[in-house]
């Protein structure tokens, strides 16, 4: 088995995307795609599920990913010689995929300067997923939304930010919000899922029909989905580049609208350590300048 093939699986997990794995590796997006090919050939499973431009782990690529992890490090600690034995082990955080995109990379560059020597190892997962692995003790922190049914008594919960739903839509599409829904397929935010258990509840709520078109636990492909013409959704409006994105137009929810919280679910004895309250004040930090934006 080839080692790079490993490498770029493990940046592939980490970035959910093989178009940024192709530029942090220097290859190209499909020498990443004939990489993964031919690593799942060689342990005979699927390691991602790919949703158009979209990849995510697939459960044996979250099983096997602690283990590439790691052959990754171990062969980086044995290019670094004997003058990194005593380098800290890595804490493995999880996060969502809109906490990736959006505040962990801005936390980090914030509190940089006081982390240190801290090492991470970013797990990516959905909210569910996350909170299991760390009850399971896979993972000694997450980056999550706050669990509906209450939290572990042992795992202390610091909240971050909140993150209020929009509706978005392909630029010229209706501004009334039941009319936009009416007269357009409705790209749907998986409904297992935290986030698409609010947005259920919305359209309930307000008494709005929808004309599902599929369904999707990527916020970021979503709204990419959106820009292509395909359809409206309901989606996080402050951790995805909407305002950003061309050919997007953003309906406002009503004053009841979809809010879900964004927090830290850590272990006590990771809460303690200086580099993890500096991340913990970077990522509050962080999450003021995005709702400023």
């Not at 940089?112 to 190892?121: D, F, K, S, V, Y």
């Not at 959106?226 to 996080?236: F, H, K, Q, T």
């Not at 879900?260 to 509050?284: F, Q, T, Y």
Request: hydrophobic share 45%; glycine share 8%.
């Amino acid at each position: 088995m080839n080692l790079r093939y490993l490498q770029t699986f493990v940046s592939a997990a980490q970035t959910a995307s093989f178009s940024r794995t192709g530029a942090q590796l220097g290859l190209t997006q499909s020498a990443v795609s004939l990489q993964i090919r031919k690593l799942e050939e060689a342990l005979g499973c699927t390691l991602f599920e790919r949703t158009g431009k979209a990849v995510r782990l697939s459960d044996a690529g979250r099983q096997r990913l602690p283990q590439a992890l790691r052959v990754v490090e171990a062969f980086e600690a044995l290019k670094r010689g004997e003058a990194d034995a005593e380098a800290p082990p890595a804490l493995q955080i999880g996060a969502i995929s809109t906490v990736q995109q959006g505040l962990l990379p801005l936390a980090l560059r914030l509190a940089a300067p006081r982390t240190g020597t801290l090492r991470l190892q970013v797990v990516p997962g959905t909210s569910a997923e996350l909170l299991a692995r760390i009850e399971a003790r896979e993972i000694e922190a997450a980056l999550i939304v706050r669990p509906r049914l209450g939290l572990p008594d042992d795992l202390p919960w610091r909240p971050i930010m909140k993150d209020r739903f929009v509706a978005v839509a392909p630029s010229g599409s209706p501004q009334d919000l039941r009319t936009l829904l009416r007269s357009l397929p409705f790209l749907r935010y998986k409904r297992h899922s935290s986030g698409g258990q609010l947005v259920e509840q919305f359209l309930q709520r307000q008494r709005l029909w929808v004309n599902d078109r599929l369904e999707l636990d990527e916020p970021a492909a979503l709204l990419q989905m959106v820009a292509e013409g395909l359809g409206c959704a309901i989606l996080p409006g402050d951790l995805l580049p909407i305002r950003s994105t061309p050919g997007i137009q953003v309906l406002p929810l009503p004053a009841r609208a979809p809010l879900r919280e964004i927090g830290l679910l850590a272990r006590a004895g990771a809460l303690k350590l200086p580099a993890m309250k500096a991340l913990l004040d970077g990522l509050r930090q962080a999450a003021a300048q995005i709702q400023q934006r």
